[in-house]
């Protein structure tokens, strides 16, 4: 059932403006098509007909999405809405808006913060969500939090990202922004799932750093597409290690000036310990830390409830003793499903073959080539696939195609593939990059 309201310019309060790149959700005469609205009677009793009622304050922002708490004088109800930045979002960004909506039936608003309601305004599609209260996490980490507060944070997003994972479903981004905190409670909600997956385990395939779906910054190393593993839900817990290094540190584990360097960081730099950063870290607080930073997912924690074991060890010990013992991590952290490992086990002289060859072409240029034989299944992508990790410092580009038997009688099919991949990497880097392909590739043609 849809319910039309009208926005009214005089009454609707923008707190902040946005970026001259971005767009400020802007009150409109025109009407406004909320969908699903008989599932907003639980907020106050009634229904929600006039949206013209609400001052917006922004909460957080960045280059895809802004989020705004809508605030009403005649009453005590309160709502989120998450906008595209942009007046002309991309295919992908509506696709993330339908996508958090569509999952609103598996999230719990114990520990999530529940969609109820897409708004579109002059074909501009808005989210509406159930306000929990409290702040994006990010607003509080400016100075590292106090120990206490850390932790309690730390056991309540430690105990929302394991019932996310009960019910089978992967976050994909999970970072201070996406995470709601009440400073009078400490209780968290989790929000932005619009790269979440249902799907138990997925492979992310080697697409270019700029465009891969997530945040950099805190993305786990096999979500870049770089490691030859699969994303499961040890990549949520490794993207909420970095969350909590932040949260007692106050920076991110690491740094880095571009996309490549940040895939980079994630798949090969350790980083510093917490307690070389902050000086009343207990060493056991900083050891749960660093296993969550773990490179592969197998030394990692294996569950949310494992983890959360720890925090609450770590809380009683520092409300009993003053202090938190050390102990060894991961003790009650039992997995209830078999995951089978993903390394390349038996083919290191294989792949010692390949890489050696690449650092090779690295060091003088010249081409190489090393051809992989056996039978079928016997794992031949699977050694080539570990040359994704090696390429990426020297910003080296993997492309490959496949030969398949119901393509046989198209010509160069295999190589076309490989190729495809190859201009569609090219393509989505800035255009000075793009222009001195164009040139190289028009300077080679014309040689020829």
């Given at each position: 059932?849809?319910?039309?309201?009208?926005?009214?310019?005089?009454?609707?309060?923008?707190?902040?403006?946005?970026?001259?790149?971005?767009?400020?959700?802007?009150?409109?005469?025109?009407?406004?098509?909320?969908?699903?609205?008989?599932?907003?009677?639980?907020?106050?009793?009634?229904?929600?007909?006039?949206?013209?009622?609400?001052?917006?304050?922004?909460?957080?922002?960045?280059?895809?999405?802004?989020?705004?708490?809508?605030?009403?004088?005649?009453?005590?109800?309160?709502?989120?809405?998450?906008?595209?930045?942009?007046?002309?979002?991309?295919?992908?960004?509506?696709?993330?808006?339908?996508?958090?909506?569509?999952?609103?039936?598996?999230?719990?608003?114990?520990?999530?913060?529940?969609?109820?309601?897409?708004?579109?305004?002059?074909?501009?599609?808005?989210?509406?969500?159930?306000?929990?209260?409290?702040?994006?996490?990010?607003?509080?980490?400016?100075?590292?939090?106090?120990?206490?507060?850390?932790?309690?944070?730390?056991?309540?997003?430690?105990?929302?990202?394991?019932?996310?994972?009960?019910?089978?479903?992967?976050?994909?981004?999970?970072?201070?922004?996406?995470?709601?905190?009440?400073?009078?409670?400490?209780?968290?909600?989790?929000?932005?799932?619009?790269?979440?997956?249902?799907?138990?385990?997925?492979?992310?395939?080697?697409?270019?750093?700029?465009?891969?779906?997530?945040?950099?910054?805190?993305?786990?190393?096999?979500?870049?597409?770089?490691?030859?593993?699969?994303?499961?839900?040890?990549?949520d817990l490794y993207s909420l290690g970095v969350t909590l290094y932040q949260m007692l540190t106050s920076a991110l584990p690491f740094t880095a000036s571009d996309p490549v360097e940040w895939v980079y960081c994630h798949i090969a730099r350790q980083p510093s310990p917490p307690e070389e950063r902050r000086k009343d870290v207990p060493a056991a607080l900083s050891a749960i830390v660093l296993k969550l930073l773990a490179k592969a997912a197998e030394e990692r924690?294996?569950?949310?409830?494992?983890?959360?074991?720890?925090?609450?060890?770590?809380?009683?010990?520092?409300?009993?003793?003053?202090?938190?013992?050390?102990?060894?991590?991961?003790?009650?952290?039992?997995?209830?499903?078999?995951?089978?490992?993903?390394?390349?086990?038996?083919?290191?002289?294989?792949?010692?073959?390949?890489?050696?060859?690449?650092?090779?072409?690295?060091?003088?240029?010249?081409?190489?080539?090393?051809?992989?034989?056996?039978?079928?299944?016997?794992?031949?992508?699977?050694?080539?696939?570990?040359?994704?990790?090696?390429?990426?410092?020297?910003?080296?580009?993997?492309?490959?195609?496949?030969?398949?038997?119901?393509?046989?009688?198209?010509?160069?099919?295999?190589?076309?593939?490989?190729?495809?991949?190859?201009?569609?990497?090219?393509?989505?880097?800035?255009?000075?990059?793009?222009?001195?392909?164009?040139?190289?590739?028009?300077?080679?043609?014309?040689?020829?």
């Open positions: 059932m849809a319910i039309r309201g009208k926005w009214d310019h005089s009454s609707v309060d923008l707190v902040s403006t946005a970026k001259a790149s971005q767009v400020e959700l802007r009150a409109s005469p025109a009407n406004v098509e909320v969908y699903d609205l008989n599932e907003l009677s639980d907020l106050a009793g009634e229904a929600i007909t006039d949206l013209s009622a609400y001052a917006l304050e922004r909460l957080r922002g960045d280059t895809e999405f802004v989020l705004y708490r809508a605030r009403s004088d005649a009453d005590t109800r309160h709502i989120l809405v998450l906008a595209p930045a942009s007046e002309q979002p991309s295919y992908s960004t509506l696709k993330r808006i339908e996508h958090e909506y569509a999952l609103r039936t598996e999230l719990d608003p114990a520990w999530a913060v529940l969609p109820f309601a897409l708004v579109r305004d002059k074909g501009r599609t808005l989210l509406a969500l159930k306000d929990p209260g409290g702040q994006p996490l990010d607003r509080l980490l400016e100075r590292p939090l106090e120990l206490k507060q850390f932790l309690r944070v730390a056991i309540a997003l430690a105990a929302a990202l394991s019932r996310l994972h009960e019910r089978g479903i992967i976050h994909k981004d999970i970072k201070p922004a996406n995470v709601m905190v009440s400073q009078a409670s400490d209780e968290v909600w989790l929000t932005g799932f619009g790269i979440a997956t249902d799907s138990s385990r997925e492979r992310q395939a080697p697409t270019p750093p700029q465009i891969i779906a997530g945040t950099l910054a805190y993305m786990a190393p096999e979500q870049t597409g770089r490691m030859n593993r699969s994303i499961d839900s040890r990549s924690y294996q569950t949310a409830a494992g983890l959360q074991a720890d925090l609450k060890r770590c809380l009683e010990d520092l409300e009993r003793l003053g202090r938190i013992e050390p102990f060894v991590t991961g003790a009650r952290d039992v997995s209830d499903r078999l995951t089978i490992p993903e390394k390349v086990y038996g083919r290191e002289r294989e792949t010692t073959v390949l890489l050696d060859a690449f650092e090779r072409v690295v060091a003088s240029g010249a081409p190489e080539l090393v051809l992989v034989s056996g039978h079928s299944g016997i794992g031949k992508s699977s050694i080539v696939n570990e040359l994704h990790k090696a390429i990426v410092l020297p910003r080296g580009i993997f492309v490959s195609g496949k030969f398949d038997q119901y393509k046989r009688d198209i010509p160069y099919a295999t190589l076309a593939l490989a190729f495809q991949t190859l201009i569609r990497q090219i393509l989505s880097r800035n255009e000075a990059e793009v222009g001195r392909r164009r040139d190289a590739l028009r300077d080679a043609i014309d040689s020829g």
